[in-house]
Nanobody, 115 residues
Framework: QVQLVESGGGLVQAGGSLRLSCAAS????????MGWYRQAPGKQRELVAT???????NYVDSVKGRFTISRDNAKNTVYLQMNSLKPEDTAVYYC?????????WGQGTQVTVSS
């Protein structure tokens, strides 16, 4: 059973920073496309950022220049560094792993940004 466990969420004031981590187990981590998604109350889940096995990254426009996704294949972990946080970044953040048409999700971690 693949496991993705997120951590690092919390409450932060606008302009602050948080670093999310997602530890993966029971997969060959280095071969997976890893991503972070988020879901705000009453809204659909949206893609935030992805990183390929080779380290290429992609971001939704609203977080470009503020968020950075990275991965450490030796630790089976993907990170999301979030700077200059805004109230509209408030959401549950989910880790995702995809390979060969199969995808896995973590349980999510809450990020709340106060104004």
């Amino acid at each position: 059973q693949v496991q993705l466990v997120e951590s690092g969420g919390g409450l932060v004031q606008a302009g602050g920073s948080l670093r999310l981590s997602c530890a993966a187990s029971r997969i060959i981590f280095s071969g997976y496309l890893m991503g972070w998604y988020r879901q705000a109350p009453g809204k659909q889940r949206e893609l935030v950022a992805t990183i390929t096995s080779g380290g290429s990254t992609n971001y939704v426009d609203s977080v470009k220049g503020r968020f950075t996704i990275s991965r450490d294949n030796a630790k089976n972990t993907v990170y999301l560094q979030m700077n200059s946080l805004k109230p509209e970044d408030t959401a549950v953040y989910y880790c995702n792993a995809q390979r060969g048409g199969r995808g896995y999700w973590g349980q999510g971690t809450q990020v709340t940004v106060s104004s």
